[in-house]
């Protein structure tokens, strides 16, 4: 599938933004540049190798803090580009805020 082919419109980013993606444990982290995003994905540059990591499901933190991040799954790889799927929320897993 060609990068052209997407179902949603993507925001380009002229300089491209400064992301990490991680393991769902912790247990690996990779620097990347997000260079277009949409409501349904977005594409990377990652730096580093990808080699031995589990891709089926990751976070992409966009924040330093940690604090803004979406749960992915990897759908395309070229060299060191990659794209990936925002994975939609488990229904009834949703965080409870004030319900105690």
Known sequence: MAWENRKTPRVNFEHGVTVQ???IDGTW????????????????????SLEGL????????LSSTGLVYR?????????????IEFLKPV??????RGAR
């Open 21 to 23: 993606m991680m393991a």
């Open 29 to 48: 982290r990779r620097d990347c540049v997000m260079q277009d995003a949409s409501d349904s994905g977005a594409r990377l540059i990652v730096q580093g």
């Open 54 to 61: 589990e891709l089926k499901e990751f976070f992409l933190l």
């Open 71 to 83: 749960r992915c799954r990897l759908v395309r790889l070229q060299g060191e580009e990659i794209g």
């Open 91 to 96: 229904a009834g897993k949703a965080k409870s």
